[in-house]
């Protein structure tokens, strides 16, 4: 009965979903009107905030362009194969490191160190190891995305059943097949989270790269926009930008909803 009186006092303090939404709706509202507000104000330099109606303009002229395709195709690809190459070998790290205490204690540090330092700093010597061409970008996005997820795996290792891992052992399984039947399913949360960690950092990444040294993708679309001083185009390239890498979140996370509910 306790437990029951409890559960309805949760669910009486629970917000509910359309007072949630409604209040995103309004700071959003509340954000465009001011954007709109500070346009026509005269406080800032000419096209500095445009209105929101230039801004729609330059963002159906942006769309309709079949040169920006081509060039969400060149920073699309980067980040896949930045995601690829740099998920793939921290999830392997992080099995590692998360499996052998040794390990971890020698060389985990190290992760946590060079982490949060800003990977845009190696970015000359991206370009001297692979050159000024998409590769360059690649290698700085792989870099950035490699941290986040060695580290979300590492630990994710350590939160795994003691039980599930001496069943395994019980009857025998090898390596990979602990690592396939064992490790992978247990963390699905934390390599998820990683992931989806380590999708930002790769964007960011390449994007900090396109926009030092480059003529295709988005961050050179943007910089492009901004030397120029068309501020409508360079507002419009990252709404769009913002929307994709949104969606692209979005995807990532519904995919491991999917694969919890099919394990269930």
């Given at each position: 009965?306790?437990a029951?009186?409890?559960?309805t006092?949760?669910a009486r303090h629970e917000?509910h979903?359309a007072?949630?939404?409604?209040?995103?709706?309004?700071?959003?509202?509340?954000?465009?009107?001011l954007w709109?507000?500070?346009?026509?104000t005269?406080?800032?330099?000419r096209?500095v905030?445009p209105?929101l109606?230039a801004?729609?303009?330059a963002?159906?002229a942006?769309?309709?362009?079949?040169?920006?395709?081509?060039?969400?195709?060149?920073?699309?690809?980067?980040?896949?194969?930045?995601?690829?190459?740099?998920?793939?070998?921290?999830?392997?790290v992080?099995?590692v490191?998360?499996?052998?205490?040794?390990l971890a204690?020698?060389f985990?540090?190290?992760?946590y160190?060079?982490g949060?330092?800003?990977?845009?700093?190696?970015?000359?010597?991206?370009?001297m190891w692979?050159?000024?061409?998409?590769?360059s970008?690649?290698?700085l996005?792989?870099?950035?995305?490699?941290?986040?997820?060695a580290?979300?795996?590492?630990?994710?290792?350590?939160?795994?059943?003691?039980?599930l891992?001496?069943?395994?052992?019980?009857?025998?399984?090898?390596?990979?097949?602990?690592v396939?039947?064992?490790?992978?399913p247990?963390?699905r949360?934390?390599?998820?989270?990683g992931?989806?960690?380590?999708?930002?950092?790769?964007l960011?990444?390449?994007l900090?790269?396109?926009?030092?040294?480059?003529?295709?993708?988005?961050g050179?679309?943007i910089?492009?926009?901004?030397?120029?001083?068309?501020m409508?185009?360079?507002?419009a390239?990252?709404?769009?930008?913002?929307?994709?890498?949104?969606?692209?979140n979005?995807?990532?996370g519904?995919?491991?909803?999917?694969?919890?509910?099919?394990?269930?």
């Amino acid at each position: 009965m306790a437990a029951t009186d409890r559960l309805t006092a949760n669910a009486r303090h629970e917000p509910h979903a359309a007072s949630v939404t409604l209040l995103r709706a309004a700071m959003i509202l509340a954000l465009l009107a001011l954007w709109e507000f500070l346009s026509h104000t005269g406080w800032f330099y000419r096209d500095v905030v445009p209105s929101l109606l230039a801004i729609g303009r330059a963002v159906l002229a942006l769309l309709s362009r079949e040169n920006y395709y081509y060039n969400l195709g060149v920073t699309a690809g980067e980040v896949a194969a930045a995601l690829a190459i740099g998920g793939g070998t921290g999830l392997v790290v992080g099995l590692v490191l998360g499996s052998n205490r040794f390990l971890a204690r020698a060389f985990e540090p190290y992760l946590y160190y060079l982490g949060p330092t800003p990977k845009i700093i190696f970015f000359p010597v991206m370009i001297m190891w692979f050159g000024v061409d998409s590769p360059s970008k690649v290698a700085l996005g792989s870099l950035s995305c490699f941290f986040p997820v060695a580290l979300s795996v590492a630990a994710g290792m350590r939160q795994i059943d003691t039980v599930l891992i001496r069943v395994g052992r019980s009857f025998r399984a090898s390596a990979l097949q602990m690592v396939t039947k064992i490790y992978l399913p247990a963390m699905r949360h934390p390599i998820m989270n990683g992931v989806r960690l380590g999708l930002g950092v790769a964007l960011i990444g390449t994007l900090l790269a396109e926009t030092k040294l480059s003529n295709k993708g988005i961050g050179f679309l943007i910089i492009n926009a901004y030397s120029t001083f068309d501020m409508p185009r360079m507002y419009a390239n990252l709404i769009v930008l913002f929307v994709l890498a949104i969606g692209a979140n979005s995807l990532i996370g519904r995919l491991g909803g999917a694969a919890t509910a099919a394990r269930r």
